[in-house]
DNA sequence: ATACACGGTGTATGCCGTACGCTGTCTGCG
DNA sequence: CGCAGACAGCGTACGGCATACACCGTGTAT
């Protein structure tokens, strides 16, 4: 699917990784890989991964939308290097010592990557991901963390494939959350929601629904967002998600020293 | 962003909940909600996502592109509906006693709910997500298998969350990986990598490409696939995921009894 | 000096979602 | 019983999108 140049790489990872040898005829570039992508970044960060169309990111850099393709050879091969872009992380982080607490600021790391640039998500992360330089960087200084951990290297890539995995889902669910306040559902909707969800058929869900909806006559008067996802902050569910991952992790290894 | 009827709901919702009053005067109806979905989800699973527009759909039922628009006010809402038909998990699923191989055969079944229909997974999923029936039936069902678990219904929902976006994330990542054979890069490739993923630059994941990319001389002949993300494959990436949280889950536990 | 590789542009094509207005049909009200 | 009006399905049209292609001018390797 995704093209390959003829050294078997995905023209997208060769761009990233700057082994693009640069043309040596013709006349000189008044554009580059670099600042397409930065261009493409802001208008995403701006205004969505709707407003990121070759038109716009061309006009932004005051040329005409052909002479991208100079670079990039389609748009979803700009896309998967923005994505990689997006998704650098420091490149001298300072993580604790001990693995829990490195592995969990090594989460927030990524966490915050995804949140400050949360459109990531939209962008199908195809099998090239995985072999673009910023995810790979990502990945080693997670397996730092893990590095003196008594466990097979198979065991702690599936971790930190995992930890992140979490993360980016935990930003997903919060950015469609806050898309419209909450899961902004006014005492109405509410009601009629009740009258579907009921403890016959939703035995054990019903539960969370039941004590709002009833609160919610014709009196109140305001429009209430009333349910809340179960009133668990999607802050808290990162926290949960990680916490019994990092628990479980650390008696599989307890188990395997004895 | 996403409409909502007087009632405070989106369309979508009403619209999956059967909540729709049929309109009383006029033609009889030549389609229906249900026929319309299940024409988009025949051309997902046929085609994938990218073959379901608005044409397409209507050309297999055999009406107008604009006919869909009298039950469905826009593509994304066509796409809600499909997404949460989708995932219907079995209504009389019969699961394990014990609530670690419950959780386990739960997970398993969301799995396989994504498993049979990938490109769900390429739809956004808003917050109506949450609301839509399927959805709710499978998270009472997961809050089934820990109804009898001392734990808060808050730490019950977000157990339940994790597994089923760790679910999500792996039938991803697979998806991903056997779009093109593995990570397919060819001997000729994996070298190119090799002069960037250097020990020095990556010290902890360098070793995973030196190994392969050394034995990848001018003679090996064959162009293999040299890079296997780690040679450990998604189903044991998802087992060992489930067995973090699973292990995590009943040490929380254990503390909280004390 | 010159051939030609290459950069930037303009034009054109085909597909998409969907707004709008038309025609014909069925129903609840008078 | 009849008719106004709500509604189904359709045809047309529009604007936006990614991108193929032909063109011209530029600068370097020969």
Known sequence: ????????????????????????????????????????????????????????????????????????????????????????????????????????????????????????????????????????????????????LELDMEAKVGTILVVSQLAASMVELEEDLAAEGLLATTAAGSALLGEVITPERFPHIAGLFATNARAGGEESGEDLPVIDGGTLGVDDEFGLGLSLIIDGLERRVARSRV
Chains 1, 2 share one sequence.
């Not at 008044?30 to 038109?55: C, F, K, N, P, W």
């Not at 693995?99 to 990531?120: F, I, M, N, T």
């Open 1 to 148: 699917m995704a093209e390959k140049s003829e050294t078997g790489l995905p023209r997208a990872v060769m761009i990233a990784w700057g082994m693009e040898e640069a043309p040596q005829r013709g006349p000189s570039r008044g554009l580059s890989h670099e600042r397409i992508v930065a261009a493409g970044i802001e208008l995403a960060d701006a205004e969505g991964l709707g407003a990121v169309t070759m038109q716009a990111v061309a006009r932004s850099l005051g040329f005409t939308t052909m002479s991208l393709y100079r670079y990039v050879s389609s748009k979803d091969e700009l896309l998967l290097l923005m994505q990689d872009a997006a998704l650098r992380l420091p490149e001298r982080a300072r993580l604790p010592e001990g693995w829990r607490e490195g592995l969990r600021a090594w989460a927030e790391l990524v966490r915050d990557a995804y949140r400050s640039h949360p459109w990531v998500l939209g962008i199908p992360r195809g099998q090239s991901s995985v072999l673009m330089p910023n995810s790979m960087w990502a990945a080693d200084l997670g397996l730092g963390v893990l590095a003196d």
